[in-house]
Structures are given as C-alpha cells and as structure tokens.
C-alpha cells in the first residue's frame, strides 16, 4: 500500500475562482493550502484526514464559508481556532477525532 500524495502546489488557476465546494479526503496537506485561502466564494471546505496540524489566520479570509471540515485531523491545540469566531457565515464545524480535550472558546460563538 503506497502513502497518501503530498500536495505541495495547488493549481493557479483557483485563485479567486468561483469555486464553492472543495473536498479532499485522505491527502497530506499539513495546512490548508493558500490557493484554497483566495478563493474568495468558497463555501464548503471539506479536508477530513488530511494530516493538517494548523489553522492558518487567513481562514479569516473565506468570508462566505457555511462548512468547515477538519475531522480526524492531529490539531490538538484549542488556540488554533482563534480564526473560528472571524467567520460570521459559518454553521457547520466538524472537529470529530481531532485530539482535543477541550470545545475551542471561537466554536462556542458560532451562530446558529
């Protein structure tokens, strides 16, 4: 059995495209990838299981985001989610498997 692909690159051809749902399930990403930060009416970001550690501050920049998937990812660390309370639109956050021992403060002002 070979290993997940590291994306290293994403094409620029997502730059502020009108991409409104991605989804990537087992690749090694480690973060979300900058293409996928510009593209500015994403509203479904799914990356369950990607080995992503960090939540970069330029979340902040996907204001129309609905949906944040980061099940079974190794972010452990609550402050990471600090970037949580800049995303008026979002409604849907999955955190399930990620190793944390406590809900991030960020996720609890979500608006429902």
Request: hydrophobic share 40%; charged share 20%.
């Amino acid at each position: 059995m070979s290993a997940s692909p590291k994306y290293t690159q994403f094409p620029p051809c997502l730059n502020n495209s009108w991409l409104r749902l991605c989804s990537i399930t087992g690749a090694t990403l480690e973060t979300i990838p900058s293409e996928l930060l510009a593209c500015n009416y994403l509203e479904r970001l799914r990356l369950p299981s990607t080995g992503i550690t960090s939540i970069p501050a330029d979340l902040s920049k996907l204001a129309a985001l609905e949906e944040l998937n980061l099940a079974n990812n190794p972010i452990a660390d609550a402050k990471d989610f600090s970037v949580l309370s800049e995303l008026t639109r979002l409604k849907w956050l999955v955190l399930a498997g990620c190793g944390l021992t406590e809900v991030p403060e960020s996720a609890m002002q979500l608006r429902t």
